[in-house]
């Protein structure tokens, strides 16, 4: 399953990504992919929403994604570049094919910051519980390099 993932450029990933978002959890809206440089260290942009109904309250989401090879553990550069980007009640998402360094996740927690973690593993989970493997997986596949080449997340 992973292996099909990196099938993908990192530009496609970084649209799987935001794909990935809505298929963890249905409160993440207005994805949007940003540039492919100068993407002011976010990958994706998005909201949450927390609440209920007509009383839901949007915060903003920063999503890093990065397609490493499974064998690479993310360490703390690039968990930092995400973190600094972050202000007053906003929360990152980092999205990664690989893992994180035992060092990061433990830092992370010390120091409080709000970024949720997505390993290869999560997103192999993820994909399984939202049904998508074989043939589904490759009609999800091929919907995202469509995104891409059209340049925006598919809905």
Do not use: C
Request: aromatic fraction near 6%.
């Amino acid at each position: 399953m992973l292996s099909q993932i990196a099938s993908l450029t990192p530009r496609q990933f970084e649209f799987a990504a935001a794909e990935l978002l809505t298929l963890m959890d249905a409160r993440f809206i207005d994805r949007t992919v940003t540039r492919e440089v100068r993407d002011g260290g976010r990958d994706v942009i998005a909201q949450y929403l927390v609440g209920h109904g007509d009383h839901a309250i949007p915060l903003h989401v920063s999503v890093e994604a990065k397609l490493w090879n499974e064998s690479s553990a993310v360490g703390v550069k690039p968990m930092m570049r995400l973190v600094s980007r972050l202000k007053h009640r906003d929360f990152g998402v980092f999205i990664t094919t690989s893992f994180f360094d035992k060092t990061v996740q433990e830092e992370l927690i010390e120091d409080g910051h709000p970024v949720i973690l997505v390993s290869g593993g999560d997103i192999a989970r993820i994909l399984i519980a939202n049904e998508l493997e074989g043939a589904a997986l490759d009609r999800w596949l091929h919907s995202i390099r469509d995104a891409e080449q059209a340049d925006h997340p598919v809905h």
